[in-house]
């Protein structure tokens, strides 16, 4: 099934409205959708590197107006559904624990699923359940997926072609290895 969702969205590139269908593969992936708007990236800046870095902003936008929506279900649906799951199984108090632990570090979270391979719609609901700080939460998104959408276009534009294969097997490893790197550094940091 996952194949065959892939593949369509692999041909919504050669369409006219390719751009158009960008912006929504885009803005679902970021609340529900599993395939990731560079399966879309990536044939329409090979088949027009001038036009690179307005795809990765229409990307950039339309994730992050999609992450507001996964944050705006993460906050609706849990006083209907979450809270009343939770408080019939007694562990309503523990939430509120992980709500403060998860809101201290909250905008590392979007972070490091906005560029990763980690599911990016999973935080965005969970800080709209947690009731993450909507400016926090939106500063992060954008520039998490501005950074990965723009990395993306400007490699795709310098080297072209060749750089597909890579993009497509390998870059979400070199971005959590990087952002691995970056959280080590600021640890490190932090116990010298």
Do not use: C, Q
Not at 65 to 73: C, N
Not at 96 to 119: C, K, Q, S
Not at 158 to 179: D, M, N, S, Y
């Amino acid at each position: 099934m996952i194949r065959k969702l892939y593949d369509r969205t692999i041909r919504l590139a050669e369409t006219p409205h390719a751009m158009w269908a960008l912006a929504i593969v885009a803005f679902v992936e970021s609340s529900v959708f599993p395939i990731p708007p560079d399966v879309l990236m990536i044939p329409m800046i090979l088949a027009a590197p001038h036009r690179a870095f307005l795809i990765a902003a229409v990307a950039t936008a339309s994730s992050v107006a999609g992450g507001l929506a996964g944050y705006v279900i993460g906050a609706g649906l849990f006083e209907s559904v979450g809270r009343p799951v939770l408080e019939f199984y007694g562990k309503d108090a523990r939430f509120d624990e992980f709500r403060e632990t998860y809101n201290a570090w909250g905008a590392w979270a979007v972070l490091i699923a906005g560029i990763t391979p980690f599911p990016y719609k999973v935080i965005t609901i969970l800080s709209g359940t947690t009731g993450l700080s909507l400016p926090v939460f939106m500063v992060a998104s954008v520039i998490a997926r501005g950074f990965r959408f723009f990395v993306v276009a400007a490699l795709l534009w310098k080297f072209g072609p060749p750089v597909r294969r890579f993009i497509e097997e390998r870059l979400g490893l070199v971005f959590t290895a990087f952002v691995a790197l970056l959280v080590g550094g600021f640890a490190l940091l932090r116990f010298l």
